[in-house]
């Protein structure tokens, strides 16, 4: 039988039996806000039956806790999962936000990718507590579906079922940072669905991607599978309508008096227009200055779909101060994981963390790299060939850690555990045959990483292993 390929993450979520979940969103609801402090309306029924229910419980149960038979006024939830239920369409709710029903969906006003992710960094540092009756400051709920519509600046609530009516379908190879990863079950939209943020790929291989979402317990910012942990296959990548900025194709303008595309009523084919010719757009080149006066020229220069000589001059710049491994093909005018892997390294390498090591070259980066200051990028790890996330050695594949095995992944795997402080389970130093002091490094390792479960079993995957070399 094959081994997985990833192993890292079963994420923790509540017990799924249907008491516990009845239980807990009769208690959400009870504690919701109060319709006069622009809660939503159907919380007060809710907060009346729990009353009613507690009450029904003492006289059934006869005050001793026994057990109680006691009639829901709405049907029973199934077992919750992960990142679901979801609420309704809804218009913004609390004291600021007092408008008549629904909103159409329509495109209220453009976006770009940049405010979008910080837009879902500002409930990822509020540390928003998931809830579907609950509205946080800004009139949004607090579930995966109000998390996208805050991001997106919808100025409605929008659910897993109407989400993609603000958006187009796209491919898993045009995803940019700000599209959406949506799963939307007709049958039972409380069984399943889900709608994560694209925050950009994790490496190379392009088989985990940076999820910001919003589920139990708060909002979170994590690397995961494609498309999700489960229903992998069903969450479909979506592009908003509203976008502007870098990574979007832009309409070109129609000639004064060209037709548009026409169709027939009842025609096979459509008929359409001549084509519209398009001036094309110059490019503009970059100041004719030396290299260390050249001024940072700003932030929408760089990142994904970003084409211009920026991007060269900064690859060129990456590859002299050590990040000439992260460019096996050359530099060039289109920004691509290598810029973003040897700009992190470079970061990095000046002992940021954070946001401040993004990959994604800021006015200080820039500053360092053109006034040639600040700390080299370090060389790779013995054994590294080729682009790898912050010079990693390529991950050996799950076999390479089991029972029995031995090769030199193992002996590296050992000192990067000894070097993290994670090798007090050695006694006469790594070694190439892997063993029990090896597992229980890895496993201390992971839970240091707040891994649980099998998340936590002790036998590294793709991602323990890039954590370790970072």
Same mark, same amino acid.
């Given at each position: ?22 239980? +807990? %969103? @009769? &208690?959400?609801? #009870?504690? *919701?806000?109060?319709?006069?402090? /622009? !809660? ?5 029924? =809710? +907060? %009346? @039956? &729990?009353?009613? #229910?507690? *009450?029904?419980?003492?006289?059934? /149960? !006869? ?5 109680? =038979? ?401």
């Amino acid at each position: 039988m094959p081994l997985p390929l990833f192993e890292e993450y079963d994420p923790g979520y509540d017990c799924p039996c249907t008491g516990c979940a009845q239980q +807990r %969103r @009769a &208690l959400a609801r #009870a504690r *919701a806000i109060p319709l006069r402090d /622009g !809660g939503h309306p159907a919380a007060r029924g =809710a +907060r %009346r @039956a &729990l009353v009613l #229910a507690t *009450a029904a419980g003492v006289v059934l /149960g !006869g005050g001793t806790g026994g057990a109680v =038979a006691l009639a829901n006024p709405e049907p029973v939830p199934g077992p919750v999962t992960p990142g679901s239920p979801q609420g309704a369409r809804a218009p913004l709710h609390g004291p600021a936000h007092v408008g008549p029903g629904q909103v159409p969906p329509k495109v209220r006003q453009r976006i770009d990718r940049t405010t979008i992710i910080n837009r879902a960094k500002v409930w990822l540092k509020a540390e928003v507590p998931y809830s579907m009756e609950l509205y946080w400051t800004d009139g949004y709920r607090q579930d995966c579906s109000g998390y996208v519509s805050m991001a997106w600046n919808l100025g409605t609530n929008e659910w897993t079922g109407s989400l993609d009516k603000f958006a187009t379908r796209i491919t898993k190879d045009e995803l940019l940072p700000g599209d959406m990863l949506l799963f939307h079950n007709p049958d039972d939209p409380n069984q399943g669905s889900h709608v994560t943020l694209f925050g950009g790929w994790v490496d190379e291989t392009r088989t985990h991607y940076i999820a910001y979402e919003q589920t139990r317990p708060t909002t979170r910012k994590l690397a995961t599978p494609y498309g999700y942990w489960n229903n992998a296959t069903k969450y479909l990548p979506y592009r908003f309508n509203g976008l502007t900025g870098v990574g979007v194709p832009e309409v070109p303008a129609q000639v004064p008096g060209a037709k548009p595309v026409t169709e027939k009523p009842g025609a096979a084919n459509p008929v359409v227009a001549k084509p519209v010719p398009v001036t094309p757009v110059p490019v503009t080149p970059v100041p004719t200055k030396p290299v260390a006066d050249l001024p940072f020229p700003g932030a929408a220069k760089f990142g994904p779909g970003a084409n211009n000589e920026y991007v060269t001059q900064l690859g060129r710049m990456l590859s002299a101060r050590g990040g000439a491994r992260f460019y096996p093909q050359g530099v060039g005018p289109q920004w691509t994981d290598s810029d973003r892997m040897a700009t992190e390294a470079f970061q990095r390498a000046q002992g940021w963390t954070g946001e401040e090591a993004d990959g994604l070259p800021g006015p200080q980066t820039w500053k360092l790299l053109v006034q040639k200051q600040g700390k080299d990028i370090p060389p790779a790890v013995t054994g590294a060939a080729g682009p790898s996330a912050l010079g990693a050695p390529p991950y050996p594949g799950a076999g390479a850690f089991r029972p029995g095995a031995s090769g030199p992944a193992v002996t590296a795997l050992g000192r990067q555990l000894m070097k993290k402080g994670f090798g007090k389970y050695y006694t006469t130093g790594p070694g190439p045959r892997w063993d029990e002091a090896d597992r229980r490094g890895v496993e201390a390792f992971q839970r240091a990483q707040g891994w649980r479960g099998a998340s936590a079993n002790g036998y590294p995957g793709p991602e323990t292993w890039r954590r370790l070399f970072a």
